[in-house]
Every structure is written in structure tokens, then in C-alpha cells.
């Protein structure tokens, strides 16, 4: 895992772990406005586009998986310690995607019912748009959680002298 | 890993593979079966939540990990709570009547079991990206290109909300059943 990353041609160190929780944090913060704004914009091409760059680049910018210039090191490689590490990242996302699913899960079978929804046309726009932004909020989690497990648990890093 | 189930009564001995790769596959088939039969009783509106209890019986009865019965330990290591109340209903007529343990112990995973339990969720959370990109696929297609889907005769809400009955099931069976599928043959005790 690297202790550190350049922003804008800032060093920013990284190797305290409250920091590092405080970089998962903003994440997520942003991942949550965007997927908002796709929602609440009507799914223009232009904000589709938007959306999975910001994926991409913050996919890119965590590392793990297939990336190897990330925080993470690729999930490919590694000692037998970061392989038991990554399974363990794994079980526990694992165990909060089933509760990510849920939420999901619950507005489309609201949207599928029609008598379950009120006939306040606001609501139904919200209806239709809302069990998309769960399911894109949902795929963008699960792609990104085990890395930000990783990132979250990992204890303070001692600079290399 | 248990190498014998109780059902009914009757153990099963399950330490062979090549039985537990067949329940495995039975389990499955019988989720595919069940899904196809609920979707021509009413699209899944009501019958879809028969999907989520059918995966939670199946981990009760057959597979375990997240129930104390079953084949594998709870991946929490930790036993059913102690109660003084009689067997529901249920479990009489199932003959199923929990273990009398005297301690955690019997449910609690040693290293190597902890390990084998993270990898196979590992392998189940990889296995689930098709289902998740399957879901992202039709949320696009629904949300921004309708009438690409006109064709199908599922509406977007429809095939999403089956992808979403599968991935749940898939989510709670899926780390058991690599777990089954993948151990050896157990050696008889003794």
C-alpha cells in the first residue's frame, strides 16, 4: 500500500490510517453526489459520461483489482500475507453488499407493485428513477469496497527511512 | 465441515465430494425451477420474496454458514443461543431438533476453516461482478435507451428485479456452495 499520493502537485501523505479513512470518506462523499446528480439531472448522455469517469478515475486512483499505479497493489500479485488480507477485505464486503442489495431490492418491488405506489405524479417520477441510482450506487460499491476495506483497516504505516 | 446432515430423521453421510457437488446442483435446479415457476404465477410482484426464504431454507436445512444447521459451521464461530422453550412446530415435524452442545466449541472455525471461509467469499464476491454488470447493463438500457428493451417481453423493472431475486439468493448460498463443492472427501472418523 503506498503512504502517500500527489494531488495537484501536493505530496499528500497517507500513512496514518485516520487519514487514510478520512480519503475513503471523501470518496464515497463524491460517488454519492454524482450518483444524486444522475438520478435527479434526467440521465443525460452528458451526465452518464461524467459518472463513469469519475468511476474510472477513482477506480484508478484506489488501485487493487487490475490496477497496479493505485494506492493498492494489483490483486493479482502478492505474498501469502496480502492474499489472506484480500480474502478478508472479501468476506467482509461481502457481508455489506448483501445489505446494499436490500435497499435495491425493496424499490423495485415497490415499482412493480403499482398499487403500492401513491398517485402523487412527484413520486412517481422518484419511483421510477430510484431503484436505477440504488442498483448504479450498488455496482459502484461493489467495486470499490474490498480496496477501501483495505484502506480503512489497514493500521498506521511507518515511513521507510 | 460437517460430514453428515440430518433430515428427516436420517443422517446423511456427506463426506463423499462427489454427493455434496449433487446437492449443489439440486439446490440450484431447484432455485432455477422455482424461479421459472413463480415468474408464470404473477411476474414474481408477490411470489418474488419466496426466492429469499427458499435461499434462507435452503441455508438452514442444507448448507448452513450463516444458520447453525446445515453443512457448514456458521462462518461466525458462534453456536445457536441456549433457549429453555420447546422445538417449534416446524422442526418436530421435520424431525430437526438442534444439538444439545454443551459449548461454543463444536461451532467455532480453526484457522485453516477461517481462511478456506474468506477465500470462498472472495471467490463469490469476483463470481457476483457478472450479475452486478448484468444489473448496470439494464439500468442503463432502461433509464436511457427504453426502447432498445421494447423488443423483450420483460419490462426493465421486471428483468432488473430478477437479477436482483437471483443475486440476492446467489449471496446467500454462493460462499457455502463453493465451500461444498471445492473440499475433498472427508475420512471416515475412527
Known amino acids: ?161 | 465441515m460437517r460430514a453428515e446432515l440430518v433430515l428427516m430423521g436420517r443422517r446423511v453421510d456427506m463426506a463423499q465430494r462427489a454427493r455434496r457437488r449433487a446437492l449443489v446442483v439440486g439446490i440450484y435446479a431447484v432455485f432455477a425451477v422455482l424461479m421459472t415457476g413463480l415468474w408464470f404465477v404473477d411476474q414474481w410482484r408477490s411470489t418474488g420474496t419466496y426466492i429469499y426464504w427458499a435461499a434462507m431454507l435452503a441455508c438452514w436445512l442444507f448448507l448452513g454458514g450463516y444458520y447453525c444447521g446445515g453443512l457448514v459451521k456458521p462462518f461466525t464461530g458462534k453456536g445457536p443461543r441456549q433457549s429453555d422453550s420447546a422445538p417449534s412446530l416446524l422442526s418436530l415435524k421435520l424431525r430437526m431438533y438442534p444439538a444439545q452442545v454443551d459449548d461454543d466449541r463444536a461451532y467455532q472455525n480453526d484457522e485453516r476453516e477461517l481462511n478456506q471461509r474468506d477465500r470462498a467469499h472472495y471467490l463469490a464476491y469476483q463470481a457476483m461482478a457478472v450479475l452486478v454488470v448484468a444489473a448496470w447493463i439494464v439500468a442503463y438500457m432502461g433509464m436511457v435507451r427504453p426502447r432498445w428493451m421494447a423488443s423483450i417481453p420483460m419490462t426493465p423493472y421486471q428483468m432488473f428485479y430478477g437479477i436482483t431475486l437471483v443475486t440476492l439468493m446467489l449471496i446467500f448460498t454462493l460462499p457455502q456452495c463453493i465451500l461444498l463443492w471445492n473440499e475433498p472427501d472427508m475420512e471416515a472418523e475412527g
Open chain 1, 1 to 161: 500500500m503506498r503512504t502517500d499520493f500527489i494531488l495537484l502537485g501536493t505530496r499528500i501523505n497517507i500513512a496514518s490510517r485516520s487519514r487514510r479513512r478520512w480519503l475513503v470518506a471523501l470518496v464515497y462523499a463524491a460517488f454519492a453526489v454524482l450518483v444524486i446528480a444522475w438520478c435527479a439531472f434526467n440521465v443525460q448522455s452528458t451526465w452518464n459520461f461524467i459518472l463513469f469517469a469519475v468511476f474510472i478515475l477513482l477506480s484508478r486512483f484506489l488501485g487493487g483489482r487490475s490496477y497496479d499505479d493505485g494506492l493498492l497493489p494489483a490483486f493479482e500479485g502478492g505474498d501469502e500475507r496480502e492474499r489472506y488480507r484480500r480474502y478478508r477485505a472479501g468476506y467482509i464486503a461481502y457481508e455489506w453488499l448483501d445489505l446494499a442489495f436490500f435497499p435495491a431490492l425493496i424499490a423495485i418491488a415497490v415499482k412493480i407493485n403499482p398499487r403500492l405506489v401513491p398517485a402523487n405524479p412527484a413520486f412517481h417520477i422518484f419511483v421510477d428513477r430510484l431503484p436505477y441510482g440504488l442498483m448504479i450506487a450498488v455496482g459502484i460499491l461493489y467495486y470499490t469496497l474490498p480496496q477501501c476495506i483495505l484502506l480503512w483497516t489497514e493500521p498506521d504505516i511507518e515511513e521507510a527511512q
